[in-house]
């Protein structure tokens, strides 16, 4: 299997993008939706719980997310023209890379195929899977623009740090950064109340909160389906406290700025 089962509760990871995305704090004031505090909503590893359970219930409420896809998924394989239909619906298909490559020297890594090892990669083999994992995307999206979120968050291959040589090759990049703008949860087993509760105490220089999620009533790294609802309704209550919005769309309106 490519995925792993996290034994605590939560993962909780202070992100922003990579230093060559460093963001300026005032970015966020000509964003489309003002000052208002950005979400971006996740869903990692191309799962048959997020087309069945996250889409309706983030279509019935109007709000966008990103769904970072893996090829190799059995959910991805069988259901082409659902995630198609998901990307024509507005929602984003990210990049996770081809084959969903962690370091398996690590504690708990176990679950990662020996022939995926991160650190028996080259950064050139990285740069070629994340470049088809592109184009595939492209050709299901016809978009010309992606994110990335890479797996597990780790960066270094066997040669060097692989995010480094693919960044030009996105308009962001998700991964454990300095905390000063972004900052993100990963839900797993936990309330929506804890959720929100993470995102209400967030200090107001953090102008983006990412909520990476995996399973939502089914799956790996599960988060209930009554628990999404409950977090996704709180969302709804309070646009005028937070932009959700696909992660490129976010993207796209702090480099419009920048630029």
Known sequence: ????????????????????????????????????????????DALNSQLDNALPALNSRGLKA??????????????IDEWKALAQQGHELGNHT???????SQPGRQWVDPANALEDKSVKAMINEISVANTLLTAMDGHSVHTLTPPCFDQQARDGNYIEAVKEQFIGIKSAEDPSFA??????????????????????????????????????????TEEHAKFLDYLA????????????????????HQG
């Open 1 to 44: 299997m490519i995925f792993t089962r996290l034994t605590t509760k939560v993962l909780l990871v202070n992100v922003t993008l990579l230093s060559f995305f460093a963001c300026n704090l005032n970015a966020a004031n000509s964003w489309p939706e003002g000052n208002k505090v950005a979400i971006s909503l996740s869903y990692d």
């Open 66 to 79: 990103s769904f970072y896809v893996v090829p190799l998924s059995e959910a991805f394989k069988n259901r």
């Open 98 to 104: 081809l084959f969903h490559s962690c370091i398996r």
């Open 183 to 224: 900052t993100l949860i990963g839900p797993s087993e936990i309330s929506a109340e804890e959720i929100i509760a993470f995102i209400e105490k967030q200090p107001k220089n953090i102008k983006l909160i990412n909520v990476l999620f995996h399973g939502i009533g089914g799956d790996h790294l599960v988060t209930t």
């Open 237 to 256: 209550a309070n646009k005028d406290k937070y932009w959700v919005d696909t992660y490129r769309n976010i993207m796209l309106a702090k480099n419009k």
